[in-house]
């Protein structure tokens, strides 16, 4: 098949740093091309991906994010051109779109089927936006628990993120502290995962970005007065290679979540590297750790201080093995190709 991969304008793919949806993207364009499919990457310029790359700004206008003339200027040039080859007799298949929304307004100028990846939650605001737009593509979720939070539509297909495990390092024998990764706010509830490392008596590392506004707020209230940099240590936002050795040396990730999460990456890259995870049960969650088996999943924070001393029941090995049998790039490519092949058959009949 012919398919063009629309992510977002902001961030490089592969991402240097954050960038959930940009690695989803990486890892989908090489697979697909490894399994024989022609690929278009339509992000930004410094780029790299194993299909052809194509963009519109050589860098991402990171300082201008989620702005609409950027978001336009971008979507409407991949449109443009997948609507050029068309007409010059050069046809793509799909268009897989990775964007939050603003593909959807384009799709019908294209005559080609429009695949549309839900990678964020509902957003209230959006609603009537995504009802108007409701036969414009296939939708496809990231969890169950996905499909259920966007009534506006007909979600029927669930493919769930994937990493690459041989990219994280695998240790069996973790070190002595617990981890909490992941930009820094309220709803992440950082200062739970400092109650739960103070009342197990086990050291924390923190790290992630902190956002001005309520997030730098959240952090200087409820998290600095206790960063002591022995029992408690801020690392801040940390580059990739030191993320992955922070996610092999832990005993387990702290992921005690107070909102409906609609997948949770982070929690993926912690068990392939044969690191169990200690979470509440929001959101998709309990469809990405196996509870008892990949890590604890509790509501109580009692349960989960208590699970902290349970941590030996759980196998570093079934918790990667976890990872390369649900979220590899290898079932992320099988599950969109099926519906790459279905939506191409819906448009043709």
């Known amino acids: 098949m012919r398919i063009a991969l629309v992510a ?62 950027e978001y336009a200027m971008h979507i409407g040039e991949a449109y443009r051109h997948v609507a050029a080859e068309g007409a010059a007799g050069r046809p793509y298949d799909v268009v897989h779109d990775h964007c939050a929304w603003l593909g959807l307004a384009f799709a019908p100028l294209i005559p080609v089927p429009v695949v549309h990846t839900l990678h964020g939650a509902a957003v209230p605001q959006e609603r009537e936006f995504f009802r108007l737009m409701r036969d414009r593509a296939t939708f496809v979720a990231i969890s169950r628990f996905q499909t259920g939070s966007f009534n506006e539509i007909d979600v029927r297909h669930v ?17 002595d502290y617990l981890l909490s990764l992941g930009r820094v706010a309220r709803d992440k509830a950082q200062h739970l ?87 509440t049960p929001r959101g998709a969650v309990p469809e990405v750790v196996v509870h008892g088996e990949t890590g604890f999943l509790s509501d109580d924070l009692d349960e989960l201080v208590a699970s902290v001393g349970k941590l030996d029941q759980i196998s570093a090995e079934r918790c990667r093995a976890h990872v390369a049998d649900r979220f590899s790039p290898r079932a992320m490519a099988e599950g969109y190709e099926r519906v790459y092949e279905e939506a191409a058959r819906a448009r043709t009949t």
């Open 8 to 69: 977002p304008p902001w961030i490089p793919v592969p991402p240097h740093g954050y960038g959930g949806i940009e690695w989803v993207v990486h890892l989908l364009a090489t697979e697909l091309v490894e399994r024989g499919h022609d690929v278009t990457v339509f992000a930004t310029g410094d780029s790299e991906t194993a299909g052809e790359l194509r963009f519109v700004f050589e860098r991402g206008p990171v300082e201008k994010m989620h702005s609409a003339m």
């Open 159 to 175: 493919v769930p993120n994937a990493v690459d495990p041989d990219a994280y390092p695998f240790r069996a024998e973790k070190s």
């Open 193 to 279: 995962a400092v109650e739960i490392a103070k009342r197990a008596d086990t050291p924390l590392v923190l790290a992630g970005k902190v956002d001005p506004g309520d997030d730098a707020a959240y952090f200087e209230e409820e998290i600095l007065p206790h960063i002591d940099g022995q029992h408690i240590r801020f690392e801040g936002e940390v580059p990739d290679d030191r993320k992955r050795e922070l996610f092999a040396g832990a005993r387990a990730l702290l992921f005690p979540i107070q909102w409906d999460e609609p997948f949770g990456l982070v929690m993926v890259e912690a068990m392939a590297c044969g690191t169990p995870v200690l979470a």
